[in-house]
């Protein structure tokens, strides 16, 4: 399967990134690029971005970078810093920068910024590669 179709087909039941409004930019293997727009549901007491807005986010980019390699994998370790409120109405854009990918295990940085090329959140993540391929029945 190709990177796009490989990250489509987990579009269509991954209903957390549909809800959150996500859009791909890129479908290259190691550093798909997502898109979305704070809405006013997002916010937490405070009227800014709840935290678990670009988490989940930056997750999802996680996600759909490293299965576009073509083996299925999952996080098994992450971690954000917040560095920038985010507001409503934001359009928030990742970047992804693979910093290791073997046989096993992938690690990741996913920054997250908004309209005004501000970096709002780093985000590192951890993956297993189950070695089973996308496409096949295993």
């Known amino acids: 399967m190709t990177p796009k179709e490989i990250v489509?087909?987990?579009m269509k039941t991954d209903r957390m990134s549909q809800w959150?409004?996500?859009s791909i930019l890129d479908y290259t293997p190691g550093s798909v690029s997502c898109q979305m727009t704070v809405?006013?549901?997002m916010v937490n007491g405070m009227e800014i971005a709840h935290g678990g807005i670009t988490y989940s986010l930056s997750d999802s980019a996680l996600a759909f970078a490293v299965n576009a390699h073509g083996i299925k994998s999952v996080s098994?370790?992450?971690s954000i810093s917040h560095l920038k409120p985010v507001q409503i109405g934001d359009t928030l854009t990742?970047?992804?920068k693979e910093l290791s990918l073997s046989r096993k295990i992938g690690v990741?940085?996913?920054d997250v910024t908004n309209q005004?090329?501000?970096?709002v959140s780093s985000f590192k993540g951890t993956v297993y590669r189950t070695g089973k391929v996308w496409g096949e029945t295993n």
Request: charged residues 25%; contains cysteine; glycine residues 4%.
């Open 108 to 110: 990741y940085l996913i």
């Open 39 to 41: 809405r006013d549901e």
């Open 76 to 78: 098994v370790e992450t």
């Open 116 to 119: 005004n090329q501000e970096c």
């Open 94 to 96: 990742t970047s992804t």
């Open 8 to 10: 489509d087909q987990m």
């Open 20 to 22: 959150l409004g996500i």
